[in-house]
């Protein structure tokens, strides 16, 4: 076998190294960038509280694991890659929530809206049958013409022993992304700040873009 010349191992060098350069140009490439998350509700864009101010947690990917048992919410929302949440509380026993979900395209965000809605009309049923110790009254407070929409509906709760709740609920979509407001005290109708959560729920809607 002939003994390589210098100038040929040279060659082969050099072509070792463009390859290696090749490669690593090829490693260097980042990932895809991770999906952006929609704007969100700030702490002062929630319904004001009489006697505590609003704290905002952080932006988080995913929806809650909890909602998962949540009868107005726990079908349609699990389950979507590219959705994210913030908790809201005050000092006393008010709380909120907000859960945003990117979908394909504008037909799929609709379709996620309509099952939202669906599934909020029928969870007062789906809570009494659960629970025949307790009473679920739903009211539908209508529309709200923000980008493609937007739709407010009220629950209470009443156990046997006393305990009544009170729960504001919203869905809004922005093309193909759809947007649910949830918040809720101790109390009955009454206690409800409908126009200030129809405020909040215009304002998270026009945040999507």
């Keep these: 076998m002939p003994e390589p010349t210098r100038a040929g191992t040279l060659t082969a060098l050099t072509a070792l190294a463009a390859a290696g350069l090749a490669l690593g140009t090829v490693l260097a490439v980042p990932a895809a960038a991770a999906p952006k998350a929609p704007g969100f509700l700030s702490a002062a864009e929630l319904p ?20 998962e048992f949540d009868s107005c919410l726990g079908k349609a929302l699990p389950g979507h890659a590219a959705s994210w949440h913030r908790d809201f509380r005050t000092d006393l026993d008010t709380g909120a929530r907000q859960i945003t979900v990117v979908l394909k395209d504008t037909a799929a965000a609709k379709g996620l ?10 969870c007062a049923k789906s809570i009494e049958q659960a629970d025949p110790e307790t009473d679920a009254t739903l009211k539908d407070y ?10 407010i509906y009220g629950l209470h709760t009443e156990t046997s022993w006393g305990a009544n709740d009170i729960r504001l609920l919203s869905v809004g979509r922005d093309g ?29 809607v026009h945040k999507l873009h």
Excluded at 55 to 64: D, E, I, L, S
Excluded at 113 to 122: L, M, N, P, T
């Design 48 to 67: 004001p509280h009489p006697s505590s101010s609003w704290t905002a947690g952080k932006v988080t990917r995913g929806v809650p694991e909890d909602v």
């Design 113 to 122: 809206a309509s099952r939202v809605g669906k599934d909020i009309r029928s």
């Design 142 to 151: 209508g529309t709200l013409p923000v980008e493609e929409g937007a739709h």
């Design 176 to 204: 193909r992304t759809v947007t649910v407001v949830s918040w809720g005290q101790l109390g009955d109708f009454g206690d409800a700040p409908v126009k200030a959560f129809k405020k909040t729920t215009a304002k998270a």
